[in-house]
């Protein structure tokens, strides 16, 4: 007994890391909750004909709300010099539901109401990485030998806000800031990728996420505020924009018709990684901010011209919690 004590007492200790980076072991199996809720109401709305501004009544009551809620599990089967060489990913819950509010034809207050769902809920898939190309690879789960699904095109295996944090972290000490890429900000508020959560049209889906990620600009900057009882905390801040613009003309519209709708976007976020250092992974992650939307609808025939500019102010909080 006593030359097992005095062995262990010889031991090295082993060092905590001194800056946040991604070490967790193979077998580790994690639990990733992720939900968004964006609140905007109407503040203004501006008509212009042939570009003369019309008066307006009494602006409407309008409120739209969106609830995004995410859920999935990462088994890390195999993690090699701080690469995850094989996960396995479960989705448990894929939904999406969005409510809009306004006065109805008759000055009642009308309500709709849409869900959207994803054919992965439920399922699994398996990546793996491919160190010659230096990209993972897609299969599903328990059907490696089957043919990729083009649900695969535009996952983000990176689900744990990797991307957040600084290239040579070593060197990075409390109170020093990076600059991220406005593309993040897309990665953040939707995790995983396209889940293919649909509730619509699902061509109009996919066409405003990638333009909404493709148009993305503005600035990010995050900042490592403390390490304090094994965790570290870095803050979030930043100015996004990003324009979608859609042809939203009728099939059944006159041919002369030209009829468009824009959307401008801008985000004011902060918020916080939380990244557990034992572990080498993430905790959670807050983010809040203001957001501005100007809806544009334009419309043109022969002579005639019509623009209708309806302003919304509101909130997005973007939350996920690591178990």
Avoid: C
């Avoid at 398996?126 to 299969?139: I, K």
């Avoid at 889906?205 to 990620?213: G, K, N, V």
């Amino acid at each position: 007994m006593r030359t097992a004590l005095s062995l262990t007492a010889l031991l090295p200790l082993v060092a905590a890391p001194e800056a946040p980076t991604f070490a967790v072991e193979s077998g580790t199996e994690v639990t990733k909750s992720f939900g968004q809720i964006l609140h905007l109401e109407l503040d203004a709305v501006v008509v212009q004909v042939n570009g003369e501004e019309q008066e307006q009544d009494e602006i409407p009551e309008v409120v739209i709300d969106d609830e995004t809620e995410i859920v999935f599990s990462d088994k890390y089967v195999k993690v090699e010099d701080g690469t995850a060489q094989e996960i396995v990913r479960t989705f448990e819950t894929l939904r999406d539901v969005s409510m809009q509010s306004g006065p109805g034809p008759d000055g009642e207050t009308m309500e709709d109401e849409t869900e959207g769902e994803s054919e992965l809920e439920g399922t699994s898939v398996r990546f793996r990485w491919n160190a010659e190309d230096e990209e993972y690879t897609v299969s599903w789960a328990d059907d490696e030998d089957a043919d990729p699904s083009e649900l695969f095109e535009d996952f983000d295996v990176d689900a744990d806000y990797l991307y957040l944090l600084p290239e040579d972290a070593e060197e990075v000490e409390v109170g020093d800031s990076w600059d991220l890429e406005a593309s993040v900000f897309d990665r953040m508020s939707s995790p995983g990728g396209d889940l293919a959560i649909v509730s619509g049209d699902e061509d109009e889906d996919d066409d405003f996420s990638e333009q909404f990620r493709d148009n993305l600009d503005g600035s990010l900057e995050a900042t490592l505020a403390s390490i304090e009882d094994g965790v570290a905390t870095i803050k979030l801040e930043g100015e996004l924009t990003t324009t979608i613009e859609q042809d939203s003309k009728p099939d059944e519209a006159p041919p002369e018709l030209e009829l468009t709708q824009t959307f401008d976007f801008v985000f004011e976020i902060e918020g916080e990684l939380v990244w557990d250092m034992e572990a080498g992974r993430a905790k959670s992650l807050e983010l809040e901010g203001a957001v501005n939307l100007d809806m544009t609808q334009d419309q043109a025939m022969n002579e005639f011209e019509l623009s209708i500019v309806q302003s919304f102010s509101g909130t997005l909080s973007v939350g996920s919690t690591f178990e």
